[in-house]
T-cell receptor, first 114, second 111 residues
Framework: DTAVSQTPKYLVTQMGNDKSIKCEQNLGHDTMYWYKQDSKKFLKIMFS???????INETVPNRFSPKSPDKAHLNLHINSLELGDSAVYFC?????????????FGPGTRLTVL | GQNIDQPTEMTATEGAIVQINCTYQ??????LFWYQQHAGEAPTFLSY????GLEEKGRFSSFLSRSKGYSYLLLKELQMKDSASYLCAVGRIGGSYIPTFGRGTSLIVHP
């Protein structure tokens, strides 16, 4: 059984387009995250949702909009894609308590903007 | 803000022991994690330290000193499959739980 899944795995698109990445977790976790990992492998948190409510938005351009229809899903929509958006995007989930928030990562979505 | 430092790259020989250091500065410290990430794959959890001391788990051990803002990951009996990036991550409470990752240490194990 897949714990955290993301689709698509690869996404190649032109500058200026709008695209979405979907994420689902079947771990029963309360908190979900989106991370961006750039070409230098730096993993940076973008958003965090707890029980469908946004709790972190780390200085991400407003072209990026997360949507959580329920606590098992956290989708990422990106408007007006730019070259600098090319990266691997990881979805993750955790129990969401105060301690020991081990992150369970999805397989990643490699986004290439041409 | 937060600052997490770890070496960019390390090399070691199969069968040897290697120690990967991580130093951090943060407020509201809420635990330190180590993750392993193989090329082209997602990070996977290795260890969690919230109290000072050593946590041992098979060939891997992790140490934490909160007063020094310091942790290390110790890998024993290195195997070729241990070649990967090792990410130090600090949890912080600032109204809500905020995880921050270091830039990762790329470990190359050679025969």
């Amino acid at each position: 059984d897949t714990a955290v899944s993301q689709t698509p795995k690869y996404l190649v698109t032109q500058m200026g387009n709008d695209k979405s990445i979907k994420c689902e977790q079947n771990l029963g976790h309360d908190t979900m995250y989106w991370y961006k990992q750039d070409s230098k492998k730096f993993l940076k948190i973008m958003f965090s949702y707890n029980n469908k409510e946004l709790i972190i938005n780390e200085t991400v351009p407003n072209r990026f909009s997360p949507k959580s229809p329920d606590k098992a899903h956290l989708n990422l929509h990106i408007n007006s894609l730019e070259l600098g958006d090319s990266a691997v995007y990881f979805c993750a989930s955790s129990q969401g308590g105060v301690w020991d928030n081990e992150q369970f990562f999805g397989p990643g979505t490699r986004l290439t903007v041409l | 803000g937060q600052n997490i430092d770890q070496p960019t790259e390390m090399t070691a020989t199969e069968g040897a022991i290697v120690q990967i250091n991580c130093t951090y500065q943060t407020s509201g410290f809420n635990g330190l994690f180590w993750y392993q990430q193989h090329a082209g794959e997602a990070p996977t959890f290795l260890s969690y330290n919230v109290l000072d001391g050593l946590e041992e788990k098979g060939r891997f051990s992790s140490f934490l000193s909160r007063s020094k803002g310091y942790s290390y990951l110790l890998l024993k009996e290195l195997q070729m499959k241990d070649s990967a990036s090792y990410l130090c991550a600090v949890g912080r409470i600032g109204g809500s739980y905020i995880p921050t990752f270091g830039r990762g240490t790329s470990l190359i194990v050679h025969p």
